[in-house]
């Protein structure tokens, strides 16, 4: 491990100079070090009543790609920064999976990125699992998890050392997708995973809070599809079938993922109980769209109703003057906004309603409120057309009456996803803060934002400086102090150290 401080340039890979891509420079950069640091300095004070742990996931990219580098490529990074007491301690730790081991070894780069062309004689999977996509806690882990459905990483949630892969109890047989979710009132984990080239093309488990697999059925799905989230109410989850996929017939003889969207295929939602068996889901047909990650969802008499971020035009956006890195771009080029579904289990009836026309993604409401009724939800702004991916401003939703406050970040600051962390002694929904990670293009500098949840249009209440810079990546979480710290925080912390 090697310290640097924030800003030098030593801290990203020599070889990034010899590619040009925009996914290897700027904010997007990879890093070449781990780091742990303590007492943090800050700008502006710490909330003494602000515990626990933000946890970021993303990618950063440990040798030069041996073909066209994607976004989605990089090897898994956690960075976590940490609060107690009024005070801050930073971690960052590679993701130890078995393709990264195999790549050190080799002092390679083994596996083709996303861009293909694909090897199928590689081992364990044609892509690299690089578990760089969502962090989550369950049963005392943090798993770090991946977008094309992966071994769930464990991680200590202290000292982010990898421990190995999640098996749930010995019965885990399958991957497990990008965005599980966890039911805090039962402490079970719901996932799904994805079959490519033969049925079931979807599989739904539960795990339960003591890290049980205790529930598996295959979904009827009509063919390979490419749905990245699921969502929970408190008696049932939702399933999507969504119309933009791949064809596993170009895969298999062209060795690329070409995703598509058909238009004249609906969006479909699948109501399944919580240990529901196949012939128990219920399908519920919509206008066609795609959606990356949805907000939340809860039960209102017969009704489930379901906020997310819908993209009603998914078609990739070409530009000939990116040449050859034109199809990734496009890809990355989100159009989205704040959507209703809302599905009847007694009448099978049917709506849905646009909330906003602000392009927004990266959405989370209380993630301990997952499957019941939320208010509040707070999303990243993507301006469209953006060269590359970036966080512009901070979106704070009110799904009751429609309102929508924003915080543009200073020019220069890009954000990562900013979940919601409840103050020591919370009671409502917003009473506590929004937390990120920022990262600014022209000094590399990296901090991490305090807000207000109730106000975040004031901007940050404090800044807390980071000891290196922290590449752009995907999810994040809070992890609240108890699930840390236990009874004995102080303890804790120092074991930790």
Not at 43 to 71: K, M, T
Not at 270 to 280: A, H, K, N
Not at 395 to 422: C, I, L, Q
Request: glycine letters at 8%.
């Amino acid at each position: 491990m090697r310290e640097v401080k924030s800003g030098d340039p030593s801290d990203r890979p020599g070889w990034v100079d010899q590619v040009d891509n925009p996914y290897l420079h700027g904010i997007h950069a990879p890093t070449v070090h781990e780091t742990t640091a303590f007492d943090l300095p800050a700008e502006g004070e710490i909330p003494a009543d602000l515990c626990g742990a933000y946890v970021r996931n993303g990618p950063n990219q440990v040798f030069p790609p041996s073909n066209l580098y994607h976004w989605f490529d990089g090897d898994g990074m956690v960075h976590a920064v940490t609060f107690r007491d009024g005070r801050a301690s930073y971690r960052s730790r590679f993701v130890s999976t078995a393709g990264l081991a195999d790549e050190i070894a080799e002092r390679r780069a083994v596996w083709p990125g996303v861009m293909g062309p694909f090897d199928f004689d590689l081992p364990r999977h044609y892509l690299k699992d690089t578990a760089n996509t969502d962090i989550i806690y369950h049963g005392g882990d943090l798993l770090a998890l991946w977008y094309l459905c992966g071994e769930p990483y464990r991680l200590d949630p202290l000292t982010l050392e990898t421990r190995g892969t999640a098996d749930f109890g010995g019965k885990r047989t399958t991957s497990v997708s990008a965005h599980p979710k966890v039911d805090e009132r039962t402490g079970e984990l719901v996932y799904f995973t994805l079959g490519e080239f033969e049925p079931p093309y979807m599989t739904y488990g539960v795990v339960s809070k003591d890290g049980d697999l205790v529930h598996e059925v295959p979904i009827d799905l009509p063919g390979a599809r490419a749905p990245h989230d699921l969502t929970i109410t408190e008696n049932f989850s939702i399933l999507h079938d969504l119309p933009f996929f791949h064809d596993p017939k170009v895969l298999r003889e062209h060795r690329y993922r070409v995703a598509r969207f058909h238009r004249d295929i609906p969006s479909r939602f699948g109501v399944v109980p919580r240990r529901g068996g196949t012939d128990e889901v219920r399908w519920f047909e919509f206008e066609p769209g795609y959606v990356l990650h949805m907000v939340n969802a809860w039960e209102e008499g017969d009704w489930i109703v379901m906020d997310g971020c819908f993209q009603p035009d998914p078609t990739i956006q070409r530009r000939p003057e990116e040449g050859e890195l034109a199809s990734m771009l496009g890809y990355l080029r989100i159009r989205a906004h704040l959507h209703r579904w809302e599905m009847n289990l007694r009448t099978g009836e049917t709506r849905e309603t646009p909330l906003d026309d602000l392009n927004v993604e990266f959405c989370l409401p209380d993630t301990d409120l997952y499957g019941v009724k939320t208010r509040y939800s707070y999303h990243q702004h993507i301006p469209e057309g953006c060269y590359t991916v970036e966080f512009h401003s901070l979106v704070k939703y009110d799904h009751e009456d429609g309102r929508r406050t924003r915080y543009d970040y200073e020019p220069g600051w890009f954000a990562s996803e900013s979940p919601f962390a409840r103050r020591l002694g919370g009671s409502a929904e917003d009473d506590g803060y929004v937390v990120t990670i920022m990262t600014n293009a022209r000094s590399f500098e990296s901090e991490s934002w305090i807000f207000d949840a109730r106000e975040i249009e004031r901007g940050p209440i404090c800044r807390v400086k980071l000891p290196s810079r922290v590449p752009t990546g995907f999810h994040a979480k809070w992890i609240p102090g108890d699930r840390l710290f236990g009874a004995d925080a102080g303890r804790a912390l120092e074991a930790a150290r």
